[in-house]
């Protein structure tokens, strides 16, 4: 990393820009921000602290200029920042078309984009103050709250029942739920898929220590269940799709009627209450998209597959069964949440109670 200007070169630098232009941004600020346009983040759990210290430092960066004696007010003043970090999917679709930078561009609003490999990371990456907006599944935000993150819930997609399933291997014996009991069933701990599983067994009469748990990441899980070395896997799109084309799995269960299976949009408290404005624009992007997707499938299915990396007939059936479509926050949506949070309460997941309530702006 480069010597940091001092004030004094900074205080120069700055109004050699000014004379070319009254609306430049300054040196300093620009190479602060750099460390969060340039760099993708693949970051996994293992080096989240170095890149938690990373983030910190950039915004410590960013104040510290802000905070400069003697410079002019006209450098001080810059442009709404929208940082918006995604996984691979739809927001990811979303930047390549541009109409959101289109739709914010009149409110002074730049927009950087961050893609991550989880939802969990992008939370953390909210937690520390580098992001102000992302996309995530059920479970995430509720680990995230529990651990003091200033998270705001702000946009969910309808119901998605049948983007996961339990999923067993063809020619296997099992078939109910009920004939789980004592078999091994793998999931990722602490993901929606883990309350559908809680919700199933007790839909069909079993306890959840019924069987015998096996907790894995999804690539983990594939090659246990292709190896026959657990006897179910409870999964979501497109990795569900995935083991049934690939692998030839049947689906013993999906969701519908057990849980909903939203997706959520996130945003700190303080970022979703002083720019209300901005989150409300990209939740109409968001939606425009949904509803194109749901009316051009197989056009949808085209993009997403060199996303995923997955063959195109692979992510058809993905794609086939989703439900499009995402809105505002209700009062509603959140009491779904708070069943979800207390159930991972009382199988002892999170280390306290927590009030769902309390990581929104506005809900109706």
Do not use: C
């Amino acid at each position: 990393m480069s010597k940091p200007f001092s004030a004094a070169d900074l205080r120069r630098h700055i109004a050699q820009l000014l004379a070319v232009t009254a609306a430049s941004w300054s040196i300093a600020a620009a190479k602060a921000r750099s460390v969060l346009t340039t760099t993708q983040h693949t970051t996994t759990m293992s080096n989240d602290f170095s890149s938690r210290r990373r983030f910190v430092f950039s915004g410590v960066g960013a104040a510290a200029l802000a905070s400069l004696p003697g410079l002019p007010a006209q450098a001080q003043q810059t442009s709404r920042v929208f940082r918006i970090g995604h996984q691979k999917g739809l927001l990811s679709l979303l930047k390549g078309r541009g109409t959101l930078e289109q739709r914010l561009a009149p409110l002074g609003v730049k927009i950087t984009w961050t893609e991550f490999t989880a939802g969990p990371v992008q939370l953390e990456a909210l937690n520390v103050g580098s992001i102000d907006f992302g996309d995530v599944g059920e479970a995430p935000p509720i680990f995230a709250q529990a651990a003091g993150a200033p998270l705001a819930y702000v946009a969910a997609t309808v119901p998605r029942p049948a983007a996961e399933a339990v999923l067993v291997p063809k020619d296997s014996a099992i078939r109910s739920v009920a004939d789980l009991k004592g078999r091994k069933v793998a999931y990722n701990k602490g993901s929606n898929v883990h309350y559908f599983l809680v919700r199933l067994l007790e839909k069909s009469g079993l306890k959840y220590d019924d069987v015998q748990s096996v907790f894995l990441p999804p690539a983990d899980a594939r090659a246990a269940f292709e190896k026959g070395a657990v006897d179910a896997w409870v999964i979501w799109d497109p990795f569900l799709a995935a083991a049934e084309v690939g692998l030839g799995g049947r689906i013993l269960a999906d969701a519908t009627g057990v849980v909903n299976n939203r997706a959520y949009y996130f945003s700190t408290l303080d970022y979703a209450a002083k720019n209300a404005d901005v989150v409300r624009i990209v939740i109409e992007e968001i939606n425009k998209l949904d509803q194109w997707g749901s009316a051009n499938r197989d056009a949808l299915a085209a993009e997403f597959a060199p996303l995923w990396g997955l063959p195109k007939p692979v992510v058809d059936r993905s794609v086939t069964r989703a439900v499009y479509g995402t809105g505002p926050i209700t009062k509603a949506i959140l009491q779904e949440q708070q069943v979800i949070a207390d159930t991972f309460f009382n199988l002892r997941l999170i280390p306290k109670k927590i009030s769902v309530f309390d990581a929104a702006v506005n809900a109706g």
